[in-house]
């Protein structure tokens, strides 16, 4: 049965504000209100970093998250168990319309709106604990393409970010940010299968690819979350070390695959790029890096070779 996302985020504010050990009273005030601002600006300006990559913050409301965390002190547990926990929590990050709005009276609130919505990524805020995440999740990825043979990276994904949230790596994120990392995995496959249709001399295979490559820059899933910070430009792949955009990494892969080289794709598969690397949504070699722990000690060239080697025993 379809539960009401509205009605369910009514139900699970009730829960928590029964167990709640802080009177509201207690927490209100120019000081209190000023300090917590403060305190969740700082959080959200920091990114969240795990073993394998680093994350977009997904708290958007700095001083609402605090006060949850405050509230459920003593209760988690028994709001982890709950049946009302869905993927989907029925808060949205604000829109650039709506900020521009706010701005018109209060341009410090249109700032720190602007800065979670940068941190953030836009859409709804979902649970990844939720019990409907994957299907959620699914909905979400339904309009990114994977070359055949590698739907299996898109339900990886999905995993962990359950696994994440399990973990306690992952809190809420936005529907966009998961966007943006299904269209990642999506666009590193499609390099691969382009690279093995090189090798096979698939001229058929190459072109499709190729096609696909040159218009992953403009789908929803990059363009969504451009708008919310610099537009992604020919010239800003150029710098690894202050990307200037969230997918200029996309355009010298982009370049070299049009260009036919081969060597230039294979290359910056192995050196990595800012923005993501294919290791990371790759299963196959997430397994692999899980059954040698001792390459945790590797410096970062050292792995860059254990992935080339990886890379060329790849052929299909």
């Not at 009514?10 to 209190?32: H, R, T, W, Y």
């Not at 913050?57 to 965390?69: N, Q, Y």
């Not at 306690?168 to 529907?175: I, K, N, Q």
Request: glycine share 8%; proline share 6%; aromatic share 8%.
């Amino acid at each position: 049965m379809n539960r009401d996302p509205k009605q369910s985020g009514d139900q699970l504010n009730a829960f928590l504000k029964a167990g709640d050990p802080v009177e509201p009273s207690a927490l209100s005030g120019e000081g209190i209100d000023s300090a917590l601002d403060e305190i969740g600006a700082e959080i959200i300006s920091r990114s969240r970093v795990t073993s394998w990559r680093t994350r977009r913050l997904s708290i958007s409301k700095p001083r609402a998250a605090l006060l949850i965390g405050f509230a459920t002190i003593g209760v988690g547990a028994a709001v982890a168990a709950s049946s009302q926990l869905t993927a989907r929590t029925g808060h949205f990050q604000p829109t650039p319309q709506q900020i521009a709005k706010v701005a018109k009276a209060s341009p410090e609130k249109a700032k720190r709106m602007q800065s979670d919505l940068n941190a953030g990524g836009p859409g709804e805020y979902l649970n990844p604990a939720g019990s409907d995440f994957r299907a959620v999740a699914l909905q979400v990825a339904s309009d990114i393409p994977w070359p055949t043979g590698y739907e299996s990276w898109r339900d990886f994904l999905i995993s962990d970010e359950i696994r994440m949230s399990g973990d306690g790596y992952l809190g809420t994120e936005t529907s966009g940010a998961l966007h943006g990392w299904f269209a990642m995995s999506a666009f590193y496959a499609w390099v691969l299968a382009w690279r093995h249709a090189e090798i096979a001399g698939d001229t058929e295979a190459i072109a499709r690819d190729a096609k696909v490559i040159s218009e992953a820059p403009n789908w929803k899933a990059v363009t969504d979350e451009e708008k919310t910070n610099k537009p992604l430009t020919k010239n800003h792949h150029r710098s690894r070390r202050s990307p200037s955009s969230l997918f200029s990494w996309m355009l010298p892969y982009r370049d070299a695959v049009l260009a036919g080289d081969r060597a230039r794709v294979e290359h910056l598969l192995v050196t990595g790029f800012y923005g993501g690397r294919p290791t990371v949504y790759d299963p196959d070699w997430r397994a692999l890096e899980t059954a040698h722990p001792e390459w945790r000690t590797l410096s970062s060239s050292e792995l860059n070779q254990e992935y080339a080697q990886y890379l060329a025993s790849r052929t299909s």
